[in-house]
């Protein structure tokens, strides 16, 4: 049951996600943290640091996390899900270009969509510093991330790397 | 007529063949994934032209999902129709899903480890630091005029404080911009 549930779940995600793949992230973490209870928040961080280290867009989160919900299955049935939709809308799109071009009911949507998007990354972001911005020393952590990737041009994946060194440090010192 | 067919029919295997390359390859998002596509699609190979990319792009940015992915699809699709695009998406999704497993498989065996449950705490406050940075960029992307906010605000509580599904969420704040787009019309 848990597999139809990881593809239908991740299906409405991949619907839903106007605005690219960052937009689908605070989905998924609303969904298979806050509300179906799949992973723990750390695993949803560790799924989007893993999603921005590795090849691939960031939404191979949608991979891990189905693989900590239900194993092997799991991992297929939530990928196939999340790329579904889009997919096949991408290729509808190729195949039909002016149609679509001229649609404006969907764009309408999208920019409707959006800031709601934004305000679920808002949730997303307050959820997990409650559950995992647990020192002054991770908050540490967390500000000089967000200073450094808005500030300089060094790659996320270096940062997170970075972060996870500091962790690690300040678990040998503890 | 609904739909046009495919302006090549190059076969699923050297469009697999490309597309795995490119999927390999394919660290640091979409300004990176549009560069190795450049140089693999119109610089290696002549397959396509620069034109051709920037459609893709300009019509895939509009549909939710994705973009790289859907990118990807689009181009697999002029290569090859429906099967090509089929081929295009599977192989450049490949070794992303191989390098998920692995790194899901060790999350489940060493998460609880010492050592490595005190580096997921910096690299989760790390997440933070860039989740918040995102909600700037999209903000500043997406939400232009005061009713955006309104909707932006509304979602974050209904979500925090009242664990109201997201989808429907979404979903509706959809609705409301489909009706804007009405009214304007309408006027």
């Known amino acids: ?174 | 007529m609904l739909f046009v067919a495919a302006p090549f029919q190059l076969s699923e295997i050297a469009i697999t063949n490309c597309f795995l390359r490119i999927g390999l390859q394919s660290f640091g998002g979409l300004g990176a994934v549009l560069t190795l596509l450049t140089r693999n699609l119109t610089e290696r190979r002549q397959w396509l032209t620069e034109t051709d990319i920037a459609e893709a792009l300009t019509y895939t940015k509009l549909l939710p999902g994705s973009t790289v992915v859907q990118v990807v699809a689009y181009l697999g699709w002029k290569l090859g129709g429906f099967s090509g695009a089929i081929a295009a998406t599977t192989a450049f999704l490949l070794p992303a899903v191989l390098v998920m497993l692995s790194l899901g498989v060790c999350y489940r065996t060493l998460a609880l480890t010492t050592g490595i449950s005190s580096a997921l705490a910096g690299l989760t406050a790390a997440v933070v630091g860039l989740l918040v940075l995102t909600i700037g960029t999209l903000g500043r992307k997406n939400i232009t005029h005061w009713g955006g906010m309104l909707v932006a605000l509304i979602t974050l509580v209904a979500s925090i404080q009242f664990n109201v599904n997201p989808a429907v969420l979404v979903v509706v704040a959809g609705l409301w911009g489909v009706l804007t787009e009405f009214q304007k019309e309408k006027s």
Request: a positive charge.
């Open chain 1, 1 to 174: 049951m848990i597999l139809l549930q990881l593809f239908g779940q991740f299906l409405l995600i991949g619907l839903l996600a106007f605005g690219g793949g960052q937009a689908a992230l605070p989905l998924i973490e609303r969904i298979s943290v806050a509300q179906m209870g799949w992973v723990s928040p750390t695993a949803f961080a560790a799924a989007v640091a893993f999603g921005y280290i590795t090849p691939g867009p960031v939404l191979m989160t949608a991979t891990f996390i189905g693989y900590i919900a239900a194993g092997f299955p799991g991992a297929i049935a939530a990928t196939l899900g999340v790329f579904l939709a889009p997919t096949l809308l991408a290729i509808a799109t190729a195949a039909g270009v002016e149609r679509f071009a001229q649609n404006r009911w969907l764009p309408a949507f999208g920019r409707g969509a959006s800031p709601a998007v934004v305000g679920l990354l808002g949730a997303t972001a307050w959820s997990l510093i409650q559950s995992s911005v647990t020192s002054w020393q991770l908050a540490v952590v967390a500000i000089l991330t967000f200073t450094l990737a808005s500030k300089t041009a060094i790659a996320p994946g270096w940062l997170l790397l970075c972060g996870a060194i500091v962790g690690w440090v300040m678990g040998i010192l503890k």
